[in-house]
Antibody, heavy 124, light 110 residues
Framework: QVQLQESGPGLLKPSETLSLTCVVS????????WTWIRQAPGKGLQWLGY???????DYDPSLKGRISMSVDTSKNQFSLRLTSVTAADTAIYYC??????????????????WGQGTLVTVSS | QTVVTQEPSFSVSPGGTVTLTCGLT?????????TSWYQQTPGQAPRTLIYSTNSRSSGVPDRFSGSILGNKAALTITGAQADDESDYYCVLYMGSGVWVFGGGTKVTVL
């Protein structure tokens, strides 16, 4: 059974850099789109971006310039980095596995496994 | 900027049927957006319900179904149960590796 587990600092000050890691167990990190999604308190879900196992990335345009992702296939993990954080970046951050491509006779583009989420608070 | 729209809230009686929709502020949702739906209860991570418009994820009861209704994607819960009371999010795949979430619908069963 594939499991994802986020980890990282839970409290940051404004202007600091958010760094989170998601460890994937029970399955390979290859061939999937490894995704970060966040949810501000009381708000909806926001797709942040993905990194493909070979290192290709794409990000939410509203975060471009501040966001980057990396993958370490040897450790079966991937990471999120968000610079110059503000209170608006306070959220639960989820990692998820994105499935893209053909699944039998169906083309698929969705998130099939999620981590439990980690709360990051930005406060002075 | 593309905005994905969902009803803010819905109420359904136990055993009743409710249809949630997922639209676009500009244009129509079709199967080429590969709509997926996720259920989230308070304090929990989202759970995948539907992908590629109408395919149920493993273990999801068949009272959940996905479709295209008019110019929107839809999630129908038939025979609602108390534990269906949750927030429901749709996600559209916009192409070129970009996904966009809807704002979510809060479903109350009472």
């Amino acid at each position: 059974q594939v499991q994802l587990q986020e980890s990282g600092p839970g409290l940051l000050k404004p202007s600091e850099t958010l760094s989170l890691t998601c460890v994937v167990s029970g399955g390979t990190i290859s061939t999937y789109y490894w995704t970060w999604i966040r949810q501000a308190p009381g708000k909806g879900l926001q797709w942040l971006g993905y990194i493909y196992f070979i290192g290709t990335t794409d990000y939410d345009p509203s975060l471009k310039g501040r966001i980057s992702m990396s993958v370490d296939t040897s450790k079966n993990q991937f990471s999120l980095r968000l610079t110059s954080v503000t209170a608006a970046d306070t959220a639960i951050y989820y990692c998820a596995r994105g499935r893209v491509g053909r699944d039998g006779n169906t083309l698929v583009y969705y998130f099939d496994h999620w981590g439990q989420g980690t709360l990051v608070t930005v406060s002075s | 900027q593309t905005v994905v729209t969902q009803e803010p809230s819905f109420s359904v009686s136990p055993g009743g049927t409710v249809t949630l929709t997922c639209g676009l502020t500009s244009g129509s949702v079709s199967t080429r957006y590969y709509t997926s739906w996720y259920q989230q209860t308070p304090g929990q991570a989202p759970r995948t319900l539907i992908y590629s418009t109408n395919s149920r994820s493993s273990g999801v009861p068949d009272r959940f179904s996905g479709s295209i209704l008019g110019n929107k994607a839809a999630l129908t819960i038939t025979g609602a149960q108390a534990d269906d009371e949750s927030d429901y999010y749709c996600v559209l795949y916009m192409g070129s590796g970009v996904w966009v979430f809807g704002g979510g619908t809060k479903v109350t069963v009472l």
